[in-house]
């Protein structure tokens, strides 16, 4: 399919928006999708999965939206193999400029048994939609789900029957996260020199990362002949996660004299579009997290510092700028004016409108009233509370009051806005946050579980903003809210409050379960 001159151009599909959001707890609201996938057409992906348009009323109308404001990437939709799927995907495509239908099927045995389809009957199914989508459309994407344990001659067969229905990439998953280096590499390789019609398509490589390989097993799968690597910003996904954007992507960039081979990505808008990913999908990046981790380029040890001082690549394979991390010397305070924390916003990848700076500026001034010194976490955790608080939010926090101390009980006096109203209560509890979230609870009653509850300081000092992450689960649906303040309460009813806004999200997607696969409505 590539030509000579493209041989070491290596598509990057970003599947954020898809499988990144398919893992528990990751709701993203329409908005929210929307600014990522512009971030993502920014940044010079070349193909943005932006949803599953059958899976709920939500998906469907962020890819349409999606579909239709994106200048230059492809758009992709998901869909099972049968026709109303795919048609539902169309649907929502066909208003790309570049649209693609990306349709899938289990082929390996553990998967054939869900549907009951014995080889044959899957290799008709194959054929069956795969022509369908074609018929719809001239860019087909076909999957295989669970390539990686499918039997080899099956996999070269139905591989070989959708590129002849007229699938134009052919992506080969690994989807439990279970193959290796070596075996990835081994499994292109052989499809590519043994089924008719490989080099009219592009191979793809979808990688999870169960047992921590997904970023080298797609590694491995480009020097064997795929052309396009899946994966999502912050390695986002269900379970351990997909293969992460900006990792490859800067291991092809740093490591080009081994791996001759380059993307269409702007590397130094990584930073910025890994921060709004993990805000707005509530998953906090791990501080030793490769590329993106708020330790990826500190250099504590003495040794280190001496041998950067002297000379920075003795311990630095890229530069922080390579991936828009840049440092100034400006630190922040209740006198800074407008025009520098614009400047600090810029400088840390957020450019704002007037409105939008107007709204952050009153927030930042009422943090360095609490707070002599800002720094950078402090106003990335500060965008990120903006984000949080949306206008359409169900429950809003209005007030918060504590007493807590030796003596108990400790009480909370809150005031919530739900849906416009408002609503007040006095609360006891096991200390002030428990106080507080009785309170909550209290006056929206709610059957969702507190999974989790996580504190971090997003720097030192006692005066220090508080980060809280919140997990709550209801009927199988999780979702996590974060926030940041220097009161650790009411950080805490705000993490909350957002958590429970993403479920209620979530309770309005009530479309088919991608497990529960229905397979008969094919024609
Ligand atoms: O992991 C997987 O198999 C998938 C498919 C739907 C492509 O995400
Ligand atoms: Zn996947």
């Not at 992906?45 to 939500?58: C, N, Q, W």
């Not at 962020?62 to 939709?77: F, L």
């Not at 389809?117 to 989508?133: G, K, P, S, W, Y």
């Not at 280190?304 to 311990?315: R, W």
């Amino acid at each position: 399919m590539t030509n000579k001159a493209d041989q070491d151009r290596v598509m990057i599909f970003d599947t954020t928006l898809r499988d990144g959001e398919q893992s528990p707890g990751a709701t993203m609201s329409h908005e929210e999708k929307l600014e990522i996938a512009n971030l993502l057409d920014e940044m010079g992906v070349d193909i943005i999965e932006a949803g599953f348009p059958i899976a709920s009323e939500g998906d469907f109308r962020a890819v349409s939206e999606i579909s239709r404001q994106t200048q230059n990437a492809v758009i992709c939709g998901l869909a099972r193999a049968n026709y109303k799927d795919i048609d539902r995907c169309w649907e929502a495509v066909q208003h790309a400029k570049k649209p693609r239908i990306h349709t899938f099927i289990g082929t390996s045995p553990l998967h054939r048994a869900i549907p009951n389809l014995n080889m044959d009957e899957m290799a008709d199914r194959i054929h069956e939609t795969v022509t369908h989508a074609r018929n719809l459309c001239d860019n087909v994407q076909w999957s295989p789900m669970d390539a990686t344990r499918t039997e080899e001659d099956y996999l070269c067969r139905v591989v070989e029957i959708a590129i002849k229905a007229g699938a134009t990439t052919i992506n080969i998953p690994d989807t439990v996260g279970y193959t290796a280096p070596r075996e990835s590499a081994a499994l292109i390789r052989m499809l590519i020199e043994r089924v008719p019609g490989a080099d009219e398509v592009v191979f793809a490589t979808h990688c999870h990362n169960d047992l921590g390989m997904a970023t080298a097993n797609s590694l491995a799968a480009v020097e064997a002949g795929a052309r396009q690597i899946e994966c999502t910003i912050n390695g986002l996904g269900e379970r351990a996660g997909n293969t992460a954007l900006e990792e490859v992507v800067m291991a092809l960039k740093v490591r080009n004299d081994i791996m001759p081979f380059r993307t269409g990505i702007d590397t130094t808008r990584i930073m910025n579009i890994s921060r709004r990913v993990a805000a707005v999908s509530g998953f906090p990046v791990q501080f030793n997290k490769a590329i993106v981790g708020k330790n990826a380029f500190a250099h504590e040890s003495g040794i280190h510092q001496d041998g950067m001082l002297k000379n920075a690549e003795t311990f630095e394979i890229m530069r922080p700028e390579d991936v828009g991390l840049t440092e100034t010397n400006l630190v922040m305070g209740k006198h800074s004016g407008r025009a520098a924390l614009r400047s600090k916003l810029a400088d840390l990848g957020y450019d704002l409108g007037d409105n939008q700076l107007k709204d952050v500026f009153v927030r930042f001034k009422a943090l360095a009233d609490r707070k002599k010194e800002v720094y950078d976490d402090d106003l990335i955790a500060l965008m990120r509370d903006t984000a949080a608080d949306e206008q359409s939010d169900r429950l809003q926090l209005k007030s918060l009051k504590v007493v807590c101390g030796t003596e108990g009980p400790q009480t909370a006096d809150l005031t919530l806005i739900v849906d416009g109203e408002e609503k007040s209560v006095h609360s006891t509890g096991d200390g002030p946050v428990d106080a507080a979230f009785n309170a909550v609870k209290s006056i929206f009653a709610h059957k969702a579980r507190l999974q989790l509850y996580q504190v971090h300081a997003v720097t030192e000092g006692t005066d220090a903003q508080a980060t809280v992450s919140v997990r709550m689960e209801e009927d199988g649906k999780i979702a996590t809210g974060q926030s940041a303040d220097t009161d650790t309460v009411v950080a805490s009813v705000k993490a909350y409050v957002n958590a429970l806004n993403r479920l209620l999200i979530r309770r309005e997607k009530s479309g088919p379960d991608v497990a529960e696969v229905s397979y008969k409505d094919v024609s």
